[in-house]
């Protein structure tokens, strides 16, 4: 489900679950993990980058349908877990974006430092109330963190969809370079900040980051109950499972 390089000593996490890097409890547990390893093995930034086309289609519907309420509580825990990981991750993160990233997809790349999208016909964004699912206080959070207040509530409100120059616009990714070398500049982003003063870099990020870590730091399980409660709800499981009978037919 993941893929590792190193290069020199930038550490690359790569999803890699076929067709469209779903996520689903164990990716992202597997992503924890990666996160974790990378910390402690004396790396001095992070790549997260996906397929060629596909940085990630978000969380994994058809699968999360089969869940009763107590996994699907659980589910919440390592979404929102992983979360609250990469926002607290002592090393500088920057997502290269090589493709499609809407919904959790994008949430992923909102708490990297640094965002790069591959150039193409290719779309990013919150669009979860497009498919019946309210994204809750701690996503816009992030999106309004990143765009503003104007930005994320015209964004979040209608589940809009942004083609690569035009989340660029709105300062949802940062730069948009050519899908071949999405990567590579990547890795650059990570060498230069990587050749910083690492103290000064690991000081100013905290303090720079703080707010994003106290956005997830102290969900409950009252508030994993409540996504519970909108998950379940009338509306949105049909929703969903319109979507779900969508995905099937394209396969």
Known sequence: ??????????????????????????????LSNALDDAQTAGCSAIVLSGRPGMFSAGLDVPELLTLDRADMLRQWQVF???QARLAACRLPIVAAITGHSPAGGAVLA???????????NF???LNEVQV??????????????QVGARVADRLISS???????EAQA????????EA??????????????????????????????????????????TDYEAMNEAWFSTETQATLRQLAERLQAKR
């Open 123 to 125: 779309r990013i964004g």
């Open 180 to 221: 071949g070398v999405v990567i590579a500049a990547a890795l650059e982003w990570a060498r230069h900040i990587s050749s910083l003063p690492p103290l000064a870099v690991a000081r100013t990020r905290a303090l720079a980051r703080a707010d994003l870590v106290g956005l997830v730091a102290n969900l409950s399980r």
């Open 110 to 120: 909102l708490y990297c430092d640094y965002r790069i999208m591959a150039n193409g």
């Open 1 to 30: 489900m993941l893929e590792i390089f190193n290069h020199e000593s930038v550490r690359e996490i790569r999803l890699a679950r076929p067709p469209v890097n779903a996520l689903n409890a164990a990716l992202l547990e597997r």
């Open 80 to 82: 929102f877990g992983i």
């Open 159 to 165: 589940g809009m969809l942004l083609s690569p120059d």
């Open 132 to 145: 019946g699912l309210f994204p809750g206080p701690v996503i816009y959070g992030v999106l309004r963190r």
């Open 170 to 177: 709105v300062g949802l990714v940062d730069r948009v370079v």
